[in-house]
């Protein structure tokens, strides 16, 4: 059994991860951005994830774009990987797949990508492009991954589809290894795609029950493709000495929210499940609490002790869980103490649990 990898939300966008007035020690600039990166890889993360983001949402009104961020935090890190998120409908696919391969040779091998296929109309529009309906935001999302494939694969890539078409399109240099692909969204139309194209499927904050339905439902749908699908998961962790401080501070964050800034997220977002079939797209029942972090983290239980919180990452590894990516109150500090004392117990747990499975 493999080891679950941790990620850590880069906050290259302005008010951190949680839409509260509460002061936090979170800063969205590069030189913020480049201690944050070096402080996670120096404590046992994995990845880190760059947010895809051109116009103020839930009260970030300063954003720094992804794949730059990701060029520069490669030149500043020796081990991370570099997820950078990315809007099909915003981009070409084979610009950003020569995006990607140079971020790839730029930082030894360490590129992936998040492909977003996006829930905030105005970005769109005022760029002067066609919002489409929530479905043909996927088919264009899985055609944009079929696209980064064949560049990236084919000696020269020729696609037809219904939103993008190559002829005879090269692409050198390859990357220097398969750039792993991740998406998101809980919708009927958004686990086949992650089934038929993707290699990681994210899942908002959710309970554990909600997590091991989501990870069965999507796994039986890529095997149907002869495919396997990793999972991650969102939570925002909050590590204290004790249980009532970690408590203590998630209150303080939601009682302090920016009301009008999460009324406008909830405003934003409300449509995303309504327009899906099964009516339960991304952010169908989150509650008020829940959109305080804009990716229901608080839902995923990784708030208490260290040792609460390791248990809950044990949890979510026996369920099928094989990437926790981590949201932070007070960036520097948290990070460092997230890696140093939550990670160590996750390896310990890990191990006793690999020892458990040895024949006797």
């Known amino acids: 059994m493999t080891n679950v990898k941790f990620a850590y939300w880069v906050p290259n966008v302005s008010g951190g991860l949680v839409i509260s007035k509460l002061p936090q020690k979170t800063d969205w600039s590069f030189a913020a951005n480049k201690r944050y990166a070096q402080i996670a890889e120096q404590n046992g993360f994995e990845y880190a994830l760059l947010q895809t983001r051109f116009f103020a949402s839930y009260g970030a009104d300063k954003q720094l774009e992804a794949i730059t961020l990701a060029s520069a935090l490669a030149s500043v890190t020796e081990k991370l990987n570099l997820i950078s998120?990315?809007?099909?409908?915003?981009?070409?696919?084979?610009?950003?797949?020569?995006m990607l391969a140079t971020l790839d040779h730029i930082s030894g091998g360490r590129a992936a990508v998040n492909v977003v296929s996006?829930?905030?109309?105005?970005?769109?529009?005022?760029?002067?492009?066609?919002?489409?309906?929530?479905?043909?935001?996927?088919?264009?999302?899985?055609?944009?991954?079929?696209?980064?494939?064949?560049?990236?694969?084919?000696?020269?890539?020729?696609?037809?589809?219904?939103?993008?078409?190559?002829?005879?399109?090269?692409?050198?240099?390859?990357?220097?290894?398969?750039?792993p692909?991740?998406?998101?969204?809980?919708?009927?139309?958004?686990?086949?795609?992650?089934?038929?194209?993707?290699?990681?499927?994210?899942?908002?904050?959710?309970?554990?029950?909600?997590?091991?339905?989501?990870?069965?439902?999507?796994k039986a749908r890529a095997a149907k493709q002869n495919r396997d699908v990793k999972?991650?998961?969102?939570?925002?962790?909050?590590?204290?000495?004790?249980?009532?401080?970690?408590?203590?501070?998630?209150?303080?964050?939601?009682?302090?929210?920016?009301?009008?800034?999460?009324?406008g997220f909830r405003e934003s977002v409300k449509d995303a499940g309504q327009a899906t079939r099964s009516k339960q797209g991304m952010w169908s029942d989150s509650s008020y609490k829940d959109l305080v972090q804009y990716n229901d983290g608080f839902k995923t239980g990784l708030i208490g002790?260290?040792?609460?919180?390791?248990?809950?990452?044990?949890?979510?590894k026996q369920i099928g869980v094989d990437l926790?990516?981590?949201?932070?109150?007070?960036?520097?500090?948290?990070l460092e103490r997230?890696?140093?004392?939550?990670?160590?117990?996750?390896?310990?747990?890990?191990?006793?649990?690999?020892?458990?499975?040895?024949?006797?």
């Open 85 to 98: 998120a990315v809007h099909p409908g915003l981009w070409h696919p084979g610009v950003y797949a020569k």
């Open 118 to 179: 996006g829930w905030f109309k105005q970005e769109f529009i005022s760029y002067g492009e066609h919002w489409l309906d929530h479905d043909e935001r996927y088919r264009r999302s899985e055609e944009f991954i079929r696209v980064l494939r064949a560049l990236w694969e084919e000696e020269q890539a020729t696609y037809r589809g219904d939103f993008y078409r190559l002829s005879d399109a090269p692409l050198k240099p390859k990357p220097e290894k398969q750039i």
């Open 181 to 218: 692909i991740f998406q998101g969204g809980n919708s009927e139309v958004a686990r086949d795609m992650a089934a038929r194209v993707s290699d990681y499927y994210f899942m908002n904050g959710n309970s554990l029950e909600g997590f091991q339905q989501q990870i069965q439902d999507v």
């Open 231 to 263: 999972f991650a998961v969102n939570g925002f962790a909050i590590v204290r000495d004790t249980e009532e401080e970690a408590i203590t501070l998630l209150r303080d964050i939601v009682s302090h929210a920016d009301t009008e800034a999460v009324e």
């Open 305 to 316: 002790t260290a040792e609460q919180v390791a248990e809950q990452i044990i949890r979510l």
């Open 324 to 334: 926790v990516l981590t949201g932070h109150f007070h960036y520097e500090e948290d």
């Open 338 to 360: 997230f890696g140093r004392e939550v990670i160590p117990l996750v390896r310990e747990k890990e191990a006793v649990l690999t020892n458990l499975k040895q024949p006797i």
